[in-house]
């Protein structure tokens, strides 16, 4: 995406993407007619031959529309070598817009829905992501993650296949899927099978306060998928603050699922004042129209964000970002050799 020159130079960080939500348009139909399989009808359309997807008008007929597109998007998805081209992809795209690290959440749900094995999944993106690093030297970490609207059983055998296979890329457990299905209780045994990993989850996105502290109180995380809803309960902000709480926030994907009516009603910015530690994730990035560089320049253009403050929400990533110390320390140098035009 064209970003004006002062964001573009900005290191990023995605601390919030899914690997089948960083497929375009233009690589879905690619893979597509490699695997001679038909793109789903109506997926890509109009004019910008973007993803479309059906709001029936109903309170989650949104949400729905859009779950379903990513399933269609990715049921082209049938090979090792796949995967391997999405994240490559994902990363050269996102190296040109500054990004220097991504956490991508990945699923064996998903890849067991092309037909790959876990560790063959783990496979494919480790190709891709060396030949990206080589070219660009972006950093990756992955997050195993589970899908909360398949059930604690079947959570259960991703935390356990998780835990089975170790892996050095593989340094987080999270949960995605419908906020309001089962309860987080149901979700711990899955965490806990995954073993010592960084733990993040879904929560105050769909779902309000209650989830946020659940999550917190439950499986012991610190790192919330987005938390934007705890906005509606300023004593929550409090306790978020008290443990150094760190949102992953996606404001186009908010827009876009209608979490909030207008950029005015989003809290990114009221978040940061509050001493929240605020980081920024694409989501699913073609899907809304978005992709991490965006991310950095609508929190400037819309929310006023200045370049120091760009700077920040990357510390605060690179700081909170579930990677060995060495690593971060690499990365935490690169971001205090960038200097911030006066
Ligand atoms: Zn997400």
């Known amino acids: 995406m064209l970003l004006p020159d002062n964001i573009r130079r900005v290191p990023k960080v995605d601390l919030h993407v899914h690997i089948e939500g960083t497929v375009t348009p233009d690589l879905v139909k690619r893979i597509a007619h490699r695997n001679k399989v038909v793109v789903p009808p109506d997926l890509i359309s109009g004019k910008s031959q973007s993803f479309q997807w059906r709001d029936d008008g109903t309170p989650k007929g949104n949400l729905r529309g859009f779950l379903a597109a990513y399933d269609h998007a990715t049921s082209v998805l049938r090979k090792a070598q796949d995967y391997t081209d999405v994240i490559y992809d994902y990363l050269k795209r996102s190296s040109d817009e500054g990004c220097i690290y991504a956490e991508v959440a990945i699923s064996a749900d998903h890849g067991a829905m092309a037909g790959l094995t876990y560790p063959q999944l783990l496979e494919a993106i480790s190709q891709g992501y060396e030949k990206a690093k080589k070219e660009t030297g972006i950093e990756l970490r992955l997050i195993s993650t589970c899908v909360r609207h398949y059930g604690p059983e079947g959570a259960l055998k991703v935390g356990q296949t998780t835990g089975a296979h170790p892996h050095p890329l593989v340094t987080g457990f999270g949960m995605a899927g419908d906020e309001n299905a089962f309860t987080i209780a149901d979700f711990k045994p899955a965490y806990d099978a995954a073993g010592r990993l960084g733990r993040t989850a879904h929560a105050g996105e769909a779902s309000g306060p209650e989830t946020v502290r659940q999550a917190r109180d439950i499986l ?123």
């Open 220 to 342: 012991k995380i610190r790192r919330f998928g987005h938390m934007v809803r705890a906005i509606e309960d300023p004593s929550l902000i409090e306790e978020q603050k008290a443990i150094n709480a760190v949102p992953e926030v996606c404001v186009s994907s908010n827009m876009a699922l209608k979490v909030f009516k207008d950029y005015r009603a989003h809290p990114v910015r009221k978040f940061f004042d509050a001493g929240l530690k605020v980081t920024f994730g694409s989501d699913d990035p073609p899907f809304f129209r978005t992709s991490i560089g965006r991310e950095y320049h609508i929190a400037w253009e819309k929310f006023g964000f200045s370049e120091k403050e760009l700077v920040k929400v990357s510390r605060n990533a690179i700081e909170e970002a579930f990677i060995d110390d060495a690593t971060r320390g690499k990365l935490l140098d690169k971001l205090s050799a960038f200097k911030v035009a006066a």
